[in-house]
């Protein structure tokens, strides 16, 4: 009677193995992933300075390893039926700070997702430390002058730089930066936002 119990469980082992191998399989050549076949439980947490990329690389993750993508400042509009410009408005910054985190908190619980940020997002209450926490943090890092080069293109969409010269610009962006890199730095990894190693996101998310 064992014998035959210990050749079942043998039997029932050895046919999980060959399920969950052939699920790997339709993972790796479709690059399909089932809805009732869970490969990885994990939080991707991009922190930087505004035009370091967050968005743009965030959308390539969520793309690259099935993923879902959020953008905080959105994901806050969405949940407040308002924009970031009017909460702003409405309740000063002191006001958008505690809703944005109360909006990381809930961002926070969602599991299989690259979440972006808000440039000021880890520099406000225990912002870093409930991201770090939670999932993997990634600074993205960037010069004064790299920011600047892309910035400048886009500034009129960047409500404190549109009504700036480009050595106020500049200025600004090094002053402001200088006094946000010590929350970025918290982060776990650190990348070139400007020559990103994907090796890196290959690791944290095997």
């Known amino acids: 009677m064992f014998r035959r119990r210990y050749k079942y469980s043998l039997f029932c082992s050895a046919n999980v193995n060959v399920i969950v191998n052939v699920c790997d399989n339709i993972q790796k050549k479709c690059n399909f992933v089932p809805s009732n076949y869970k ?5 991707i947490f991009l922190v930087g300075y505004m035009g ?26 969405q949940r407040q039926f308002k924009t970031v410009s009017q909460i702003f408005k409405e309740k000063g910054e002191e006001g958008f700070r505690q809703i944005e985190r109360n909006m990381l908190k809930e961002v926070s619980e969602f599991e299989d997702v690259v979440i972006s940020a808000g ?15 939670a999932g993997d943090t990634v600074y993205l890092e960037a010069t ?40 970025y730095e918290k982060a776990k990894y650190r990348v070139d936002a400007r020559n990103v190693d994907w090796s890196l996101f290959d690791k944290l998310l095997k």
């Open 39 to 43: 490969l990885i439980m994990k939080r």
């Open 52 to 77: 370091s990329g967050k968005t743009t690389y965030g959308k390539m993750l969520a793309e690259k390893y099935n993923l879902d993508f959020k953008d905080l400042d959105v994901y806050i509009e």
């Open 119 to 133: 440039g000021g997002t880890p520099c406000f209450f225990d912002n870093m430390e409930i991201m770090n926490a």
């Open 144 to 183: 004064p002058e790299v920011l600047f080069e892309y910035l400048r293109t886009a500034k009129n969409e960047r409500p404190l730089l549109k009504d700036k010269s480009d050595e106020e610009m500049l200025e600004y962006i090094r002053e402001s930066l200088g006094k946000r890199t010590p929350f």
